[in-house]
């Protein structure tokens, strides 16, 4: 019962209308994060991975919530997939890089198969014109599937497929559009092999 009321209120919390989300034909912001790779910090660097082609950037509410976790494992049972159109994922949260090392190499989420980024202060979500919010906001604790509070703000989940010449080709948002973790990951999926096949 507690997972459950925890994600409802994550989700109420940012079904909150988008500030104006990046759109498709926008230019993306660089960024540059600490980040997590199968439990060890790493530099992500937006412009290096768009010299190696499509970058999916991901933002989420925070690490070991329900969506975020079923988002973050269908992402690394997809991620050969996404290799194979030379895309780059990228997870973005305000977790900071501690939570991120466990939760990028979980086998049952990450697994070790893409990072996951820290934006403590929420500068990059803003950059990507996104919502957080503040978990003092709640009527109570928010609790992780781990039992621990969550006390970091929350990103709105949207995900963005970002072509090499930094253009967004697509914004799919939970806010907006209903779309749900999994959906995040097909639908993305199925944009980056849309891109491979046009070469």
Do not use: W
Request: glycine share 6%; charged share 25%; hydrophobic share 40%.
């Amino acid at each position: 019962m507690t997972r459950f009321v925890t994600a409802l209120a994550i989700s109420t919390a940012l079904a909150l209308p988008a500030i104006a989300a990046l759109k498709p034909g926008a230019s993306a912001p660089d960024f540059s994060a600490k980040a997590s790779l199968a439990g060890k910090p790493v530099d992500f660097s937006l412009k290096d991975a768009l010299k190696k082609g499509p970058v999916v950037v991901y933002f989420y509410p925070a690490a070991f919530t329900q969506g975020c976790n079923i988002e973050a494992h269908t992402f690394a049972e997809n991620k050969e997939k996404f290799e194979a159109a030379n895309t780059t994922i990228i997870g973005v949260s305000r977790d900071g890089v501690e939570r991120l090392n466990e939760f990028s190499a979980d086998p049952a989420y990450c697994a070790g198969k893409f990072p996951v980024a820290s934006d403590p202060d929420g500068s990059i979500a803003k950059s990507f014109d996104l919502n957080t919010v503040d978990t003092s906001k709640f009527k109570g604790p928010i609790k992780d599937s781990k039992g621990r509070e969550v006390t970091t703000q929350l990103t709105e989940r949207t995900t963005y497929v970002i072509t090499p010449d930094s253009k967004v080709v697509a914004t799919l948002s939970s806010a907006d559009d209903n779309v749900t973790p999994v959906e995040h990951v097909d639908k993305s999926l199925a944009i980056v092999q849309g891109l491979m096949a046009k070469k």
